[in-house]
């Protein structure tokens, strides 16, 4: 296996491809061929009692729930968008497509009976956020809904969507295992100790092969010298 990527990255050092980017299934591994992790994930658990509570309200669209199966299309343009300019958005394999339609559930092996999918129309109806979610029972206590999936193009639409998850009849908290180090709607909440991290990780890892031209690549906020 050693031998194998060894020379998967010499191939792709003659190619010319400057960095080698991928999740790790073993830290030490990986580590050992000299990968060091870029991007980082976190579980969040939100309370979404009488204490939740934004700033400034998250209004302007509107909120519709779609089946899974019939959202799809919204879904996969809505994330390409995201990818396109996001960085350390990672590419998503096909079997996407079963998951968020509904057609399997991972830990069941079977079609997905829960999943639900709501989308978030901007002020003119465009599709601008999704959210796919499902009931995960009781965690520690309380009544958990599980965010599958989170994707929003704008801040105004990742509030409402949490506005309308935290709005969800007989649910106590909502966990989401991958979120973003940083979310905005920590900083819209009036009470931010609702927004609990419960799990931080490493997500995407890299390794440069070509130092001069990732660094001329990268874009740099002002002129300088290192």
């Given at each position: 296996?050693?031998?194998?990527?060894?020379?998967?990255?010499?191939y792709a050092v003659a190619r010319g491809v400057p960095v080698a980017?991928?999740?790790?299934?073993?830290?030490?591994?990986?580590?050992?061929l000299v990968f060091r992790p870029a991007t980082s994930l976190r579980?969040?658990?939100?309370?979404?009692?009488?204490?939740?509570?934004?700033?400034?309200?998250?209004?302007?669209?509107?909120?519709?729930?779609?089946?899974?199966?019939?959202?799809?299309?919204?879904?996969?343009?809505?994330?390409?968008?995201?990818?396109?300019?996001?960085?350390?958005?990672?590419?998503?394999?096909?079997?996407?497509?079963?998951?968020?339609?509904?057609?399997?559930?991972?830990?069941?092996?079977?079609?997905?009976?829960?999943?639900?999918?709501?989308?978030?129309?901007?002020?003119?109806?465009?599709?601008?956020?999704?959210?796919?979610?499902?009931?995960?029972?009781?965690?520690?206590g309380r009544s958990t809904m599980q965010v599958v999936d989170l994707?929003?193009?704008?801040?105004?639409?990742?509030?409402?969507?949490?506005?309308?998850?935290?709005?969800?009849?007989?649910?106590?908290?909502?966990?989401?295992?991958?979120?973003?180090?940083?979310?905005?709607?920590?900083?819209?909440?009036?009470?931010?100790?609702?927004?609990?991290?419960?799990?931080?990780?490493?997500?995407?890892?890299?390794?440069?092969?070509?130092?001069?031209?990732?660094?001329?690549?990268?874009?740099?906020?002002?002129?300088?010298?290192?």
């Amino acid at each position: 296996l050693l031998r194998l990527i060894t020379e998967d990255l010499t191939y792709a050092v003659a190619r010319g491809v400057p960095v080698a980017a991928l999740t790790a299934s073993e830290g030490s591994l990986y580590c050992r061929l000299v990968f060091r992790p870029a991007t980082s994930l976190r579980r969040l658990l939100v309370r979404t009692d009488q204490r939740f509570a934004l700033r400034s309200p998250a209004d302007g669209g509107s909120v519709e729930l779609v089946e899974p199966a019939e959202a799809w299309p919204t879904v996969e343009a809505l994330y390409a968008r995201h990818h396109a300019t996001t960085r350390g958005s990672v590419g998503r394999p096909h079997f996407y497509q079963a998951i968020l339609t509904a057609r399997f559930d991972w830990d069941e092996r079977s079609p997905d009976h829960k999943l639900r999918t709501a989308v978030h129309l901007d002020v003119d109806g465009n599709p601008d956020g999704y959210v796919a979610y499902k009931h995960a029972g009781e965690v520690d206590g309380r009544s958990t809904m599980q965010v599958v999936d989170l994707v929003a193009l704008t801040d105004r639409a990742h509030l409402r969507l949490w506005r309308f998850l935290a709005d969800l009849d007989l649910v106590e908290q909502v966990r989401f295992d991958k979120a973003s180090v940083v979310d905005p709607l920590e900083w819209a909440l009036v009470e931010p100790r609702v927004v609990r991290t419960d799990r931080l990780g490493d997500h995407l890892w890299v390794r440069v092969l070509d130092v001069v031209v990732a660094l001329e690549a990268r874009p740099w906020s002002a002129d300088g010298d290192v």
